[in-house]
């Protein structure tokens, strides 16, 4: 049986923290909450957060601070901000530095952020899936003679970059890892993903594929080639 996704909430308003546990109540989630950013990094030291939910304006540490640690040491826990629109220029600071996945604005609708959680969750699901098989195909890489892969994430995309030194490197080697891609990537079954479009383009370097998976996952394939 799959566990409950935990869900921490932190805000400096004990009344705002009961709220969001009451939304919350029926969602099956293990909630826990936390008073501050401090007491909020203390408990990330204990427990495995799937999904945090903080306040932008709490005394000592903003919600912009939190964020960013949180970021820098547990990148994949899904960050959800909220905030009212006084603080729209801190908002848009934390929006273009990547601290937060998603925003959602105080006093919030129950259904709102009850349907923004369920689809940052299920999104960070099929996320951690994807990194799962760049992981499986990184190792198979290594084996391939001259070949190596660098993968990055930016907001609802996978960037995977494949490198190959032509002096060493046949196209065959190349083609093996798309091969390997394609294959995992057309899985349709419950637990596997489903292809929604893709497209191809060539640029000087070499190959660019950019394909739609589910859930709004975008994967991003660069094959380049290394002049030496």
Request: glycine share 4%; hydrophobic share 40%; with cysteine.
């Amino acid at each position: 049986m799959e566990k409950n996704f935990t869900i921490l909430c932190v805000d400096d308003e004990e009344n705002i923290l009961h709220s969001i546990k009451r939304t919350l109540a029926m969602e099956n989630y293990n909630i826990l909450t936390a008073e501050s950013g401090a007491k909020g990094l203390e408990v990330f030291n204990a427990e495995e957060i799937d999904l945090v939910i903080s306040d932008q304006r709490m005394p000592n540490m903003s919600g912009y601070e939190f964020l960013k640690i949180v970021r820098e040491k547990y990148p994949e826990c899904v960050r959800i901000m909220l905030s009212g629109f006084s603080d729209f220029e801190s908002l848009v600071k934390t929006i273009n530095d990547g601290e937060i996945i998603r925003f959602v604005s105080k006093p919030w609708d129950n259904e709102e952020l009850k349907n923004v959680i369920r689809s940052t969750l299920v999104q960070s699901k099929v996320f951690k899936q994807v990194h799962k098989i760049l992981e499986n195909m990184s190792n198979m890489v290594e084996m391939v003679n001259g070949l190596k892969i660098e993968t990055s994430q930016e907001n609802n995309t996978v960037t995977v970059k494949i490198f190959s030194d032509e002096k060493v490197t046949d196209d065959k080697g190349i083609y093996k890892v798309l091969e390997f891609l394609f294959k995992t990537f057309n899985i349709e079954s419950k637990e596997g993903f489903n292809v929604l479009s893709s497209s191809i383009s060539r640029e000087e370097k070499g190959i660019i594929l950019e394909i739609d998976l589910v859930k709004g996952v975008k994967l991003k394939i660069q094959v380049e080639r290394e002049h030496g």
